[in-house]
């Protein structure tokens, strides 16, 4: 039975190879590989290699993952650490998933650019003639304004809605935050129209 664990981050790379060599076909094993990471541990790295592909194939992507996909996985980084994998995907920042804004809720700075029509921008989770903000280069499904920022969804249909406005201290910079956290720094209730 897999009991999630966390492995010592010096062991990342090691496991990450040792799941590379599972995993990637093609991918050859050296002795020396499978030294690296101590037997005590291959348990949870076997674990985390089966969430990891549940995980991509739940979300509709490529099996077998590619030893580069491994290497830089945040998902995989994730499971050695030995959290959770999220039940939706996280929002993405500069084509990486977000976990940050998701486990710390925010606020935290981020780029924005916007707001813009939808045709500006690829079409977004079903999103139509709606208008957007990139954040951090990635679409956004502005809610509404709200004071001096917005309401924003990423996947609105699991309720990722986050608010983000200007940070006055800082030149061109802006703050995210889950609507949650927002309440509780701004003492303001705001909630994503249903």
């Not at 030294?35 to 509709?60: D, Q, T």
């Not at 029509?117 to 977004?124: E, G, N, V």
């Not at 309401?151 to 800082?170: E, I, L, N």
């Amino acid at each position: 039975m897999y009991t999630r664990s966390e492995l010592p981050p010096s062991l990342d790379s090691a496991a990450r190879r040792l799941v590379t060599g599972w995993l990637c076909p093609g991918e050859v094993l050296t002795a020396e590989d499978m030294a690296a990471v101590p037997v005590e541990y291959w348990g949870a790295v076997a674990g985390a290699a089966r969430e990891y592909l549940e995980v991509l194939e739940r979300e509709g992507k490529e099996l077998p993952p590619t030893p580069e996909s491994i290497l830089h996985s945040r998902l995989l980084g994730r499971l050695f650490s030995g959290r959770a994998p999220l039940a939706v995907a996280p929002p993405l920042s500069d084509r990486s998933p977000w976990y940050g804004l998701v486990d710390e809720m925010g606020p935290l700075h981020c780029r924005v650019r916007g707001p813009m029509p939808m045709r500006d921008m690829a079409l977004f989770d079903g999103a139509s003639r709606r208008t957007m903000l990139e954040i951090n280069g990635e679409p956004w499904q502005i809610e509404r304004e709200d004071g001096d920022g917005y309401v924003v969804c990423w996947h609105k249909a699991q309720g990722a809605c986050y608010r983000t406005w200007p940070d006055p201290a800082s030149d061109g910079q802006w703050w995210i935050a889950s609507l949650d956290a927002w309440e509780s720094i701004s003492g303001k209730q705001v909630r994503a129209a249903a």
